[in-house]
């Protein structure tokens, strides 16, 4: 059974039921069979966003994420490591530790992101 971690947009699209995520990744999200996750970076940049007024997310996040089949993954030190063998194409430091993270525990990433297709990486294909 794969693992699939699911990049910052394609949570919060999952969040809202925003019609920009796919049947397929609704059904891969949603089928208890497979093993999904989110990051503490996703999180811990959702959080930032919010305190900036930069995004709104509903007051209930935490419970939701708790309630759904959603696991969590921590950061780790071998992550972070990881980072110094990314090359520089994306900019955005919580892309790049979701791909190192994607990376390291060789995991499946889930992403509307045309950018992270550039990187040596597992994608799911929307």
Known sequence: MNSYLLDTHILLW????????????????????NYILTSSVTIWE???????????????FKEFLDSSNIKLL????????????LPMIHNDPFDRLLIAQ????????????????RYNIKLFDM
Do not use: C, G, Q
């Open 14 to 33: 999952w969040l809202s039921n925003d019609r920009k995520l796919s049947k397929k990744t609704k059904e891969l999200i949603s089928n208890p069979e």
């Open 46 to 60: 959702i959080v930032i966003k919010k305190a900036l007024n930069k995004l709104i997310i509903p007051d209930n």
């Open 74 to 85: 921590s950061m780790t030190a071998a992550h972070a490591f990881y980072l110094e063998k």
């Open 102 to 117: 994607a990376v390291v525990e060789n995991f499946v990433f889930v992403t509307n992101d045309k950018i992270i297709a």
